[in-house]
């Protein structure tokens, strides 16, 4: 995924008022924006639409870091009721003509 992409998937988050993914936390000076892999690249994931959500720094590089979504979750039960807000926040988003919520839909079968 280019670098384009993330930066107009973060505009749109932006936009739309939709928290990180997983605390479902607004974005600010102290929690920062950042684009997270679902699946981890470590494991061999893939770089496209299909695999980014956007996630607080925190979220993503203190807490998730190289889980996958099903081990992160484990964690906190309350991070299946956040996915499912932004992926209901998100149904909008429409980048090069490619639904955003269509490409990560794949996430409401594990939660």
Same mark, same amino acid.
């Given at each position: 995924?280019?670098?384009?992409?993330?930066?107009?998937?973060?505009? +749109?988050?932006?936009?739309?008022?939709?928290?990180?993914?997983?605390?479902?936390?607004?974005?600010?000076?102290?929690?920062?924006?950042?684009?997270?892999?679902?699946?981890?690249?470590?494991?061999?994931? +893939?770089?496209? *639409?299909?695999?980014?959500?956007?996630?607080?720094?925190?979220?993503?590089?203190?807490?998730?870091?190289?889980?996958?979504?099903?081990?992160?979750?484990?964690?906190?039960?309350?991070?299946?009721?956040?996915?499912?807000? +932004? *992926?209901?926040?998100?149904?909008?988003?429409?980048?090069?003509?490619?639904? +955003?919520?269509?490409?990560?839909?794949?996430?409401?079968?594990? *939660?």
């Amino acid at each position: 995924m280019n670098k384009s992409i993330k930066s107009t998937l973060k505009k +749109y988050i932006i936009k739309f008022n939709v928290g990180c993914i997983y605390c479902g936390r607004k974005y600010n000076k102290t929690r920062r924006i950042s684009a997270d892999h679902i699946q981890p690249k470590e494991q061999g994931n +893939y770089l496209d *639409l299909s695999n980014i959500a956007i996630s607080c720094d925190i979220c993503n590089s203190r807490l998730k870091r190289n889980m996958s979504i099903e081990e992160f979750i484990q964690i906190d039960p309350r991070i299946k009721t956040n996915i499912q807000t +932004y *992926l209901n926040k998100i149904k909008k988003i429409i980048i090069n003509g490619e639904s +955003y919520y269509h490409s990560i839909k794949w996430i409401e079968k594990i *939660l």
